[in-house]
């Protein structure tokens, strides 16, 4: 097998994973001076959830996701929920042990909820800073909607409850600073789209400091930034397991051929515990102590200039219909086709199975997305969309983003769940592959804020590289982030599933 090799003393980091944390992870390693190298299955960057998000940048509400019994049956047996728990997950044993540890480990109580609503809160508004300082330092021409989120209501029941929510999770200076009550004439003084349904409307919840950009044109431009400066990509390449020979570690490929590294990041979203299954074969087969589990997503992206009027806008700004938590947001003008406007469609929050992409996309939640989508657009928001469009099976490579012969994209991704809302930052078990001594590293189980807090992540997974490679404890010589957001590391430690922890944390709180 031939091994690729590399010059230089600085040490090789293989990040495995081209999305949107394993790019920002590789920038954050470059700006430490490590070589780097992304590898990754597919043949195009930021193919699988990195795709067709929401493009919400939410650095306004990140309360963790919590569930009674009651709602969960409720889940399991109706289709007309944001969120749906299909056969396929119930049965699947990795969903059991997933469950499982949600309900032990995860932010039930009311004080575990504020403070991993306060960790996220702090790690969104950091991270949605550092996008702006890649943005400036690497010349990115991806450009943003700073104008907000806008939620509406019809049903004064549900605005009130999610009021209620945000109140008991942010401090009152959070509440005066993110969030803004409004009437429905406020509504749509806003955003003029809504007028139509001006007599329906109960009011709205205004979160000012989100902000919109496509994550498919960021991830891009990103990768091209970063092979120009040094980094290097190794796409359709999949992992197959890790070896040392004379004292070499190396990332064996499923090709056959071997990659030399020094240290291994895992940021490869929704299969990272697979995947460190294969490169520290410990316990049982089919079981990992990194427990992730896919909340899938839908997206229908629609070119919409038609509906643009004087402004030239489709949208002021990102909006969601809270009656079907269904998001549209205007994605920002696409320099090379600077005549389009395009409007992402997207919701749900399905556990159905692994699948991914226009081959796994559930019908029926797609139409949901056009009902919802008719009730604000009209239908003529369907102008020129081709909505029978034959879904492919198997995806190979990413479709383009409207492709010239369509003027619709369909998609749905996995967002990578962990069971208590939190990421997973940092080394696992801190001693790496048990057989060849590698270092592993995971960032990953990011959940929806993939996307938002993708850069904060990714400087806090370097931080740690740093740390246990180059000694670098208490050297604050590169630190875009506070030290005190350094210091929540403890709470992202990815080793905190494991059953032991987690069976001492349910007997500790049940005494």
Known sequence: MAASSFVGSAPHV???????????????????????????????VASECSFG??????????????????????????????????????????MVSFGLRFLLAGPQKDTEIKRATQITSSLASASVELLDCIREER??????????????????????ALFVEAEEVLSHEQMQELLKVLTPDECVSLEPKLAPRKRDLVGGLFWPKDRTMCSLSFAR???????????????????ASACCTDGEHYVSLASGRLLRTDAVVVAAGVGSGHLLKKLSPVGPPGLSAVPL???????LTVEASHLCHEDDRVLQ?????????????????????????????????????????????????????????EKTFGPDLWAGHKADRKLSGEIVNPPELIPENDSSTTWCGLRPMSPDGLPLVG???????????LPLFVNAGHGALGWTLSAASGELLAETVSREMLNTSGDNSHNPLSEGLYEVLSSLDPNRFRWPLILKKALSTNE
């Open 14 to 44: 293989t990040v495995v994973g081209a999305g949107l944390v394993g790019l920002t992870s590789a920038h954050s390693l470059l700006c430490r001076g490590f070589r780097v190298t992304v590898l990754d299955r597919r043949s195009h």
């Open 53 to 94: 998000n929401a493009a919400l940048l939410m650095t306004s509400y990140s309360r963790p996701k919590t569930a009674t019994v009651g709602q969960l049956l409720r889940w399991a047996i109706t289709r007309s929920e944001p969120v749906h728990i299909s056969w396929r997950a119930m049965i699947d044993p990795a």
């Open 139 to 160: 010349s990115m021409a991806t450009t943003s909607t700073n104008n907000g989120l806008l939620m509406f209501f019809t049903d004064a029941a549900k605005m009130k």
């Open 221 to 239: 431009e990103l990768a091209c930034k970063l092979e120009q400066s040094g980094v290097k990509f190794e796409l359709n390449e999949e992992v």
């Open 293 to 299: 589990y896919g909340m899938r997503g839908h997206s």
């Open 317 to 373: 700004r990102s909006i969601a219909d809270c009656d079907s938590m269904t998001f549209y947001s205007p994605l920002p003008e696409n320099s090379s086709r600077p005549q389009e406007k395009l409007l992402r469609i997207a919701g749900f929050g399905d556990f159905d199975g692994w699948g991914f992409g226009p081959g796994a996309v559930r019908p029926w939640r797609l139409q949901q997305l056009r009902d919802a989508a």
């Open 427 to 437: 080394r696992l078990l801190g001693k790496g592959n048990s057989r060849t001594g």
